[in-house]
């Protein structure tokens, strides 16, 4: 695979995995508000449950963002030295 289809993979997933992590966190905050316990439910999760899903979907996403670095590494270390322009 090339470096510039790597590139779309890792960054499409990182797009989908905070529009995921976005919409968990709404879900959690506005349709199942803290005291909710196992009162309200949806798609058959009820806040707790929500809660694992919004951490497994962050660990995705810390993971993916880790791999990004690391496929970039390069180009950090380049900017970090003051000389982004010797990285192509």
Known sequence: MRKYQQDFVVGALAFALFAALAAT???????LPKGS??????FG???????????????????VVALHLLLNW?????VVRGRPKEVG
Not at 37 to 42: A, I, K, N, Y
Not at 45 to 63: E, I, P, S, T
Not at 74 to 78: C, D, R, S, T, Y
């Open 37 to 42: 316990g196992e009162s309200l439910t949806l």
């Open 74 to 78: 390069k180009w950090v270390v380049a």
């Open 25 to 31: 966190g709404v879900v959690m905050r506005f349709r």
């Open 45 to 63: 999760l009820d806040r707790h449950g929500w809660g694992g899903v919004h951490f497994w979907v962050a660990a995705a996403m810390v993971a």
